[in-house]
């Protein structure tokens, strides 16, 4: 009787061991530790540290104004995944960094996937999921899933599997923190004296520094203005310059960039948030532009300007009465 007992003890151990053994491993982590690189621009963080993390932060921008998530579930070309969904958030106080959040619907049209993906009914539930607490620009979130790194940045996402096990969830924190205020970064900042990218392993400088985080440069122009006109539409990428070195600025999807909504004559600012996608790993970053208002001297998504110059309601560039109007005009509403 003894022995069975016992005997039925160990098998009890051994199960709950194996089931211990799947579970995966959580760390509330920092962006900046998140996003920590080697000297090759290779992600330090990875799942030997934990298979998942928890980080928190601020949303920058509204999802559907970077990739296009509408559904189409017939789409069979290898390498397209279909609809597409991302934001970024961004790390507080001595957090100096950010990270991305991604999902897609047709993970099996990539080679290498074995769990198809998702039908667009099924893609809708997702983003009617993420979408519940009705997330806005400048509410600080709660991020808590799988990761994998693509192309010099760790991404939280699915690791291209649709199975409930692996979603990952975003909770609202606080309403209206506000957006951080655009750090004001130089190409100097970004770029050598050969007009290449500055990587800093130690990300205390240079592009990793202020990758996936609000940035202004000022006093830019377009590097070839015929160029940017004919060339101004959604995801399209123009080139800034300030006369000596050029940066890349990736527009995005937002409803104020179509053809012909270029009007900048430069010189003009720019906030966006800077981003990188580049195999190399040390390299191809850029400044994402997720819209534009058409002011003609900010190229920028009005909740950038905003966040820019607290307080100027009205976006004519000063802090005075008629913003206080404007703001007693919005309560009564």
């Known amino acids: 009787m003894k022995r069975t007992v016992m005997l039925a003890a160990l098998l009890c151990l051994v199960i709950n061991s194996m089931v211990q053994?799947?579970?995966?491993?959580?760390a509330e982590v920092k962006h900046s530790e998140f996003q920590a690189v080697n000297s090759t621009g290779e992600q330090a963080y990875t799942a030997a540290v934990s298979?998942?993390?928890?980080?928190?932060?601020?949303?920058l921008?509204?999802?559907?104004?970077m990739l296009d998530p509408a559904p189409d579930d017939s789409i069979t070309q290898t390498y397209n995944l279909g609809a597409q969904w991302q934001?970024?958030?961004?790390?507080?106080?001595?957090?100096?960094?950010g990270t991305a959040v991604y999902m897609a619907q047709l993970y099996g049209n990539?080679?290498?996937v074995m769990t198809g993906g998702y039908s667009n009914?099924?893609?809708?539930a997702e983003l009617n999921r993420f979408n519940a607490a009705k997330f806005s620009p400048g509410d600080r979130i709660r991020v808590t899933g799988y990761f994998l790194s693509y192309n010099g940045k760790n991404n939280i996402n699915e690791q291209h599997n649709n199975n409930p096990d692996h979603d990952f969830t975003i909770e609202l924190v606080e309403k209206g923190v506000g957006l951080p205020r655009p750090e004001i970064v130089t190409l100097d900042d970004l770029k050598d004296e050969s007009d290449n990218f500055i990587f800093d392993q130690s990300r205390l400088f240079g592009c990793e520094y202020y990758q996936a985080r609000l940035i202004k440069i000022k006093d830019v122009n377009f590097a070839d203005p015929a160029a940017a006109v004919q060339n101004w539409a959604p995801n399209a990428t123009i080139t800034i310059t300030d006369g000596i070195k050029t940066f890349p600025v990736k527009l995005g999807r937002g409803k104020g960039i179509y053809s012909g909504s270029n009007n900048l004559t430069g010189p003009f600012d720019v906030i966006g948030i800077l981003d990188q996608e580049s195999s190399a790993k040390t390299t191809g970053y850029r400044l994402y532009v997720m819209n534009y208002?058409?002011?003609?001297?900010?190229l920028a998504s009005t909740e950038h300007r905003r966040a820019d110059k607290p307080g100027d309601l009205d976006l004519n560039g000063i802090v005075d009465h008629d913003d206080v109007y404007k703001l007693?005009?919005?309560?009564?509403?």
């Open 61 to 65: 921008h509204n999802p559907a104004e």
């Open 87 to 97: 934001f970024f958030f961004q790390g507080e106080g001595d957090d100096h960094a």
């Open 21 to 26: 053994a799947d579970e995966p491993v959580v």
């Open 328 to 333: 007693l005009e919005d309560w009564l509403k």
């Open 293 to 298: 208002d058409g002011n003609g001297s900010v």
């Open 121 to 124: 009914q099924e893609f809708i």
């Open 110 to 112: 990539l080679p290498w």
């Open 51 to 59: 298979n998942k993390v928890i980080i928190e932060g601020i949303l």
